[in-house]
């Protein structure tokens, strides 16, 4: 397959390129800094540096959209979710503007959502048809979603990717939480009751896979692997991993005060299972988290 991606430099899109090209497909990124691809993607990964540069000529079998600035980077100050929501929903709406222009459209977009859609739901199990969230990830998420759906109506099949927290070597939530559970000053956040919905990076690589093979895989997909964990059970087990305690929690109102509304991100609960991928079949290589942390170490 010809395949363009977007935020092919991050921590997914990066280890996703690599894959792509094993398999013998030729990969495209599109990045806001074009002269790092072939380092971080690949040698033989070509690079483009916007939608500027895409042409109605072009031949994608499939586009993977997921370009967003980092949700955890900086404080939720008005121009902060400004940022988040534009670089999301609109280059998701320029894509879809740009493949309605498009001589020969991709049989496939596969874009990114999160499961900061459904908001925070407690105890409630949540799989697919749950409703979205009314606060600001969940708002970002559907009208997230919604921009790529536009997509179906040119005939393209539209897969939505509602990721969990991803771990996996080199980055993602296992590199932020390392350093202090290393050493021994880790603990649980707030009362540890939230949920943690989780997936190892090669899963969610398969899962894309699967989707750009699987003409039958459409709509929302929550990818997340089939055993979320409570906070205090997630923290437990990532100190027993790295054989040290997990002694000194972090509590609630620092949080909110240090954090402010982006607290909701570590404070907020989704429990939500992969109910649509275990129906259509999916084996996950790391559905236990002890072994997906000892994997990623």
Known sequence: MNILITGGTGFIGSALSQQLLARHHQVTVLSRKPEAVAKICGPSV??????????????????????????????????????????????TAGLVSYMSAMDTKPAVFISGSAIGYYGDQGDQTLTEPAPAGTDFSGQLCQDWEQAAQAAEKLGVRVCLMRTGLVIGPGGGLLQRMLLPFKLGLGGRIGNGRQWMSWIHRNDWIAIAAAMLENPAMQGPYNATAPNPLTNAEFTQTLAACLNRPALLPAPAGVLKMLLGEMSELVLGSQRVLPERLLAQGFSFQYPELAAAIRASL
Do not use: C, H, T, V
């Open 46 to 91: 070509r690079a483009i540096g916007g939608i500027e540069e895409l042409s109605a000529k072009d031949d994608w079998q499939a586009i993977i959209n997921l370009a967003g600035a980092p949700i955890f980077a900086a404080r939720w100050a008005p121009e902060r979710k400004r940022l988040i929501r534009d670089s999301r929903i609109n280059l």
